[in-house]
């Protein structure tokens, strides 16, 4: 059984830093992708961040980039979002999602891409 497991959420201040973590178990993704997506209350998911394991290109919503940096360990099916100069409209709560394999042209921003997800992590951000 595949679980994803989030955790690093919390409430902090704008300007503020977290580092949210994502461990996948129960299959190996080193030929696929892990990302971040996020909710905010009465909105859509939208795509944060993502890392292709096998050659680890990111990719970065534009709302997040300069500020946030995703990385990992394929070996250990782990991602992480480090997250710098949190801003109010930052809050959310944030979902780890895993794609085994990333065929041709495969979209990086489409949640339906990602069959396996994590339960999510709040993360509220006060002005």
């Known amino acids: 059984q595949v679980q994803l497991v989030e955790s690093g959420g919390g409430l902090v201040q704008a300007g503020d830093s977290l580092r949210l973590s994502c461990v996948a178990s129960g299959r190996s993704f080193s030929n696929g992708r892990m990302g971040w997506f996020r909710q905010a209350l009465g909105k859509e998911r939208e795509f944060v961040a993502a890392?292709?394991?096998?050659?680890?290109?990111?990719n970065y919503a534009n709302s997040v980039k300069d500020r946030f940096t995703i990385s990992g360990d394929n070996a250990k099916n782990t991602a992480y979002l480090q997250m710098n100069s949190l801003k109010p409209e930052d809050t959310a709560v944030y979902y780890c999602?895993?794609?085994?394999?990333?065929?041709?042209?495969?979209?990086?921003?489409?949640?339906?891409?990602?069959?396996?997800w994590g339960q999510g992590t709040q993360v509220t951000v006060s002005s």
């Open positions: 890392i292709r394991w096998n050659d680890n290109l990111t």
């Open positions: 999602g895993a794609a085994a394999d990333v065929p041709y042209g495969s979209s990086w921003y489409d949640p339906s891409r990602y069959a396996y």
